[in-house]
C-alpha cells in the first residue's frame, strides 16, 4: 500500500492501538487542542511541551500521564510518539514542523501552515517524500455553518454570486510578532477558498500600524476571482465589540453567515430584478423581498472534528489530509495582502518606511 501521494514510499497502516501524540505549545489554542485530545478515544498525549514553566507546570498538574518538557526536541526523540501537533508562533511554524517531519513524525501545524509559500511548499514536499501526514489547524472549516454555507454555495441557491463582505474584528488581542492579517486573516481567507474553490487572480490590501509601529493592526483586503466574483475582508484589532459577520450576494439570493448569532446562517430570498428599458433613458428595477430562512445545522465540535480527522489520517497515511491546498493558498494569500500593505509607505505609520513587514523569529518552543 503505498501512502497515496504518488511517491511509492511505503505507509503503514497504524494499528488499532493508541496514537501517540505530542502537543507543542500550550499558550492561547493549545489547552483547548489538549483537552480535546485528552477526551478522544484511542489517543494518548504521551508530550506536553512549552517554554514557560509555570504555564507547562500548570497543565502537567492538571494531566499528570503527560510528560511535560521545556524541549520539543525531547518528544521528537521518542521513537513512541506517532504525531506531533504545533501550536506555536507563527514564525516558529516551520523551524518545528521540519525538525517533526524529519524525524518521521506526523504533523499537524495550527494555521497558518508557515510564515511564507516556499516554506509551506517545503513541507508538503517533504511530508509526501517521508509518505507522512501534514496537515495545518484550519478549524472554521470543520464549522457546521460554514460547511452549511457550502452546501448552499453548491446547491447553487444563491444563482450567480456577485460579491463576499467579511468583518473580522474585536478589541485586541494585539499580537507582538505578526500583523493582523497573520494573525486573524487565516480564518476568512481559508473560508473564501473553501467555499469557492478558486484563488483569486488579483489581491490588494490597505492598512495601517495604528498602535505598535511595524505591526498593522487594521487592513482592509479586496480580491477578484475569476469567476467575477469579488471579495472584501475587514480585519481589525481596534473595534468596539466583536464581530465574526460575512455576507453573500447572489442574483437568487442572499445569505449571512454570523458566526456570534444563535443563528449563525440566514438566507434572504431577496434580490433586484432588471428589466431593458423599452425606451432610450428609461431603465426598471423591481425589488423583490421573500422570506429569510435559518437552516437547521449538524452538531459537533469543530476542533473534535479536525482532531478525529488527523488521528484517522495518521492511523492510515493513504488517507489524503484534508484541505493542505487550502493551507498552502492561504499562506498565499496572506503574503500577497502583506506585500500590498508594505508596498506603499504613505498608508502606513512611521514604523514601516515603506519597507515589507516580517517579524522576528519568536524564541523556541
Not at 487542542?33 to 478515544?41: A, H, Q
Not at 423583490?288 to 489520517?313: N, Q, Y
Request: with cysteine; charged share 25%.
Amino acid at each position: 500500500m503505498t501512502n497515496g501521494n504518488g511517491n511509492g514510499h511505503i505507509a503503514p497502516r497504524k494499528p488499532a492501538g493508541e496514537v501517540n501524540v505530542a502537543l507543542v505549545g500550550l499558550g492561547y489554542w493549545g489547552p483547548n487542542i489538549l483537552r480535546v485530545l485528552i477526551e478522544m478515544s484511542g489517543v494518548r498525549v504521551s508530550y506536553i511541551c512549552d517554554i514557560d514553566e509555570d504555564r507547562l507546570r500548570h497543565y502537567a498538574r492538571r494531566y499528570p500521564s503527560t510528560i511535560a518538557t521545556l524541549r520539543y526536541e525531547d518528544a521528537l526523540e521518542d521513537a513512541d510518539v506517532d504525531a506531533v501537533i504545533i501550536v506555536t508562533p507563527v514564525f516558529t511554524h516551520y523551524e518545528i514542523a521540519s525538525a517533526a517531519l524529519a524525524a518521521g513524525k506526523h504533523t499537524l501545524v495550527e494555521k497558518p501552515l508557515a510564515p511564507s509559500a516556499n516554506e509551506s511548499l517545503d513541507l508538503r514536499a517533504t511530508a509526501k517524500e517521508n509518505g507522512l501526514v501534514l496537515m495545518c489547524g484550519h478549524t472554521f472549516l470543520y464549522s457546521p455553518p460554514v460547511r452549511a454555507v457550502k452546501e448552499i454555495i453548491q446547491r447553487q441557491d444563491l444563482g450567480e454570486i456577485y460579491f463576499v463582505s467579511a468583518s473580522r474584528v474585536n478589541l485586541g488581542l494585539h499580537q507582538r510578532d505578526v500583523s493582523v492579517i497573520w494573525d486573524l486573516g487565516p480564518h476568512d481567507f481559508s473560508i473564501l477558498l473553501y467555499w469557492l474553490e478558486e484563488f483569486p487572480e488579483w489581491v490588494s490590501a490597505v492598512g495601517r500600524d495604528s498602535i505598535v509601529k511595524g505591526i498593522p493592526d487594521v487592513a482592509f483586503v479586496d480580491m477578484i476571482f475569476p469567476s467575477g466574483i469579488l471579495a472584501n475582508v475587514e480585519l481589525s484589532w481596534l473595534a468596539p465589540s466583536k464581530l465574526r459577520r460575512t455576507v453573500i450576494v447572489g442574483s437568487e439570493k442572499m445569505v449571512v453567515y454570523d458566526d456570534g448569532n444563535a443563528e449563525p446562517v440566514r438566507i434572504f430570498d431577496h434580490g433586484v430584478v432588471y428589466k431593458d428599458p423599452e425606451t432610450f433613458g428609461q431603465y426598471q428595477l423591481s425589488y423583490r423581498t421573500g422570506d429569510i430562512v435559518s437552516p437547521k445545522l449538524d452538531t459537533g465540535e469543530p476542533l473534535a472534528l479536525e482532531m478525529r480527522d488527523f488521528i484517522e489520517c495518521v492511523r492510515d497515511p493513504a488517507k489524503p489530509a484534508p484541505f493542505i491546498d487550502i493551507a498552502t493558498d492561504v499562506v498565499r494569500l496572506i503574503e500577497q495582502a502583506d506585500q500590498s500593505i508594505a508596498s506603499d509607505s504613505r498608508l502606513m505609520g512611521a514604523g514601516m518606511n515603506g519597507k515589507r513587514m516580517r517579524a522576528p523569529l519568536a524564541p523556541r518552543v
